[in-house]
């Protein structure tokens, strides 16, 4: 039997871009494996019931092959793949408008007996013959890797509201642990193609996790692998495939500096323009940002300021942003500094100065003397994690771009 379902990519499972995010993609995986499994009388509730038994996810692979944006229409086919004697595999495929794969994700199962805790025979929980096996639609094969911790990167606590109706943590919340571990931007510039899962234990509310980086981790090919441990034992292992080269380590201080930086890093990896990335933040919540957009958009006036400020504007409908804090990587340029003045921003934070500005051969020093100066602007322009923004010019310079 295979579950077919037509749908549309859901707003909530979706990431900054407007696309499906890795943890969408396993809340769409495990929506469907739970419904077909109701279908056919294996689900959580018959196998507690009848079998004293219940499924567990063993691993499960996922393969995003083509991104899928929000409200896209596109067709699920969910199907067991193949029945073992002691597991079974379950392939979601999900096609887009032009039919093509999307997504492919393979979840291999096993049943636990709930008394002894031991793993059951997998026709003595449903699988009796009564049920047989597809033919697999798309190749999805299982890597093997060696987990081996190597750093802490965070450390997190279970809360009420990432365990499952079993009071153990959801998997898709371990999934959301491994993703916060990069910025929004990030995800965006280099999205994850693939991402295997490997679950070895499981964890409960209270419990604090250690989220660590494992040996073997290549980022410059693509591949991390990823351990979280609670008391120093893996409960799950865990290999991300991204997409292009990571960004050169560059630590704000600051964490809105941070997303700066990152909004930075992707304009100047596009070669849209120069390093110069802006944030606006309004009660602690990022509610526009842009980069440099000049040369992409052909447009000398399209600085990154400007571009926050119409998408803050845009998506708070109004031309009014008082009580928004404006982060940059660079001071503004006069332009950019009478535009945020006439927005009502509260404060300016920068990184790098005009003269650092300069320094990489843009004109902002030049046009500053002709406006008079910014002497009395003194309180309201702030410089902080200079150090940081000046790494960022410094990969920007590298890369031999022109200034203008
Ligand atoms: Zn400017």
Redesign the pocket.
């Known amino acids: 039997m295979k579950l077919i379902k037509h749908d549309t990519i859901p707003a909530s499972y979706c990431d900054a871009d407007v696309k499906l995010s890795v943890v969408g993609a396993f809340q769409i995986v495990e929506d469907l494996v739970t419904e077909m499994m109701g279908e056919l009388s294996i689900d959580g509730l018959v196998c507690m019931n009848t079998y004293k038994a219940m499924w567990i996810f063993v691993r499960n692979r996922i393969e995003m092959r083509h991104s899928l944006a929000w409200k896209e229409p596109y067709t699920a086919e969910c199907y067991i793949s193949s029945i073992g004697k002691a597991k079974l595999n379950v392939d979601t495929v999900l096609k887009n408008a032009e039919n093509a794969v999307a997504l492919a994700s393979r979840l291999e199962l096993c049943a636990v007996d709930l008394k002894t805790m031991k793993l059951r025979k997998t026709e003595t929980v449903g699988l009796d013959g009564r049920i047989i096996a597809e033919e697999a639609e798309c190749e999805i094969k299982y890597e093997r890797g060696k987990f081996i911790p190597d750093q802490c990167l965070d450390t997190v606590t279970v809360r009420s509201s990432d365990i499952d109706y079993c009071h153990h943590t959801n998997n898709i919340s371990y999934i959301r642990y491994l993703m916060n571990q990069r910025a929004a931007a990030e995800h965006s510039r280099r999205p994850v193609r693939v991402i295997e899962v490997q679950y070895a234990g499981q964890t409960h509310e209270g419990d604090e996790l250690q989220i660590c980086s494992c040996k073997g981790t290549n980022e410059n090919k693509g591949r991390e692998y990823y351990a979280i441990r609670h008391n120093d034992e893996i409960v799950l292992n865990c290999l991300v495939v991204r997409d292009g080269k990571p960004d050169k380590e560059i630590d704000a201080d600051d964490p809105y500096m941070q997303e700066t930086i990152a909004e930075a890093l992707e304009g100047i990896y596009s070669g849209h323009g120069g390093p110069?990335g802006s944030v606006i933040v309004k009660d602690g919540v990022i509610v526009g940002r842009g980069h440099n957009m000049v040369l992409a958009n052909t447009d000398s006036t399209a600085?990154?300021?400007?571009i926050a400020i119409r998408d803050a504007e845009k998506k708070l409908g109004t031309y009014d942003l008082s009580g928004c804090v404006l982060y940059t990587t660079g001071e503004?340029?006069?332009?950019?500094?009478y535009?945020v003045l006439w927005a009502n921003i509260d404060k300016v934070y920068y990184g790098c100065t005009i003269k650092d500005n300069a320094e990489i051969g843009f004109r902002?020093e030049i046009f500053d003397e002709l406006s008079g100066g910014r002497e009395a602007l003194k309180e309201y322009l702030t410089c902080i994690d200079r150090d940081a923004c000046l790494k960022l010019f410094k990969v920007y310079r590298k890369m031999k771009h022109g200034t203008y």
Do not use: Q, V, Y
């Open positions: 110069f600085h990154g300021e400007i503004p340029c006069p332009m950019c500094l535009a902002d």
